[in-house]
């Protein structure tokens, strides 16, 4: 299982869950953790 893919799915499912706006500078950083 590739657990970067598995992040990006993960982060995908979180930003339709919660209809967070798509900015460069947050969603990474500040979702992972």
């Known amino acids: 299982v590739d657990l ?5 799915n993960t982060l995908r ?3 339709r ?3 967070l706006p798509t900015r460069p500078g947050l969603n990474k950083a500040q ?3």
């Open 4 to 8: 970067y893919q598995l992040q990006v």
């Open 13 to 15: 499912r979180y930003k």
């Open 17 to 19: 869950h919660f209809k």
């Open 31 to 33: 979702l992972v953790e």
